[in-house]
Nanobody, 127 residues
Framework: VQLQASGGGLVQAGDSLRLSCAAS????????EAWFRQAPGKEREFVVV???????YYADSVKGRFTASRNTANNTMYLQMNSLKPEDTAVYYC??????????????????????WGQGTLVTVSS
């Protein structure tokens, strides 16, 4: 599976941005999709995860502002980001794994759980 992320850019606080992540290859084997972000000098941080057949689960820091979705027809994930804040500035990564576990989403908060990664797209929010 290959992932191509796009849509990052420079915006002002309060603006919106939509990220895309196009998947190709053996995508039928993928059951869990996620977005992470990494700010300069910080560790990669969980943003949202969506297990197959389930609704997205968001980090508290983005809940109510970000919305994850996907278009099955073109194998593309999206992250709609509204009311952006300077602290949202980071490189955003899409990630996939074919390991599906029932129950708590916490297992998927760690970047180590994911097999496939996009190259990252930079989002910069100015104040």
């Amino acid at each position: 599976v290959q992932l191509q992320a796009s849509g990052g850019g420079l915006v002002q606080a309060g603006d919106s941005l939509r990220l895309s992540c196009a998947a190709s290859g053996r995508t039928f084997s993928v059951f869990v999709e996620a977005w992470f972000r990494q700010a300069p000098g910080k560790e990669r941080e969980f943003v949202v995860v969506r297990k197959s057949g389930d609704i997205p689960y968001y980090a508290d820091s983005v809940k109510g502002r970000f919305t994850a979705s996907r278009n099955t027809a073109n194998n593309t994930m999206y992250l709609q980001m509204n009311s952006l804040k300077p602290e949202d500035t980071a490189v955003y990564y899409c990630a996939l794994t074919n390991k599906l576990l029932a129950g708590s989403h916490a297992y998927y908060f760690s970047p180590a759980r994911y097999v496939y990664w996009g190259q990252g797209t930079l989002v910069t929010v100015s104040s």
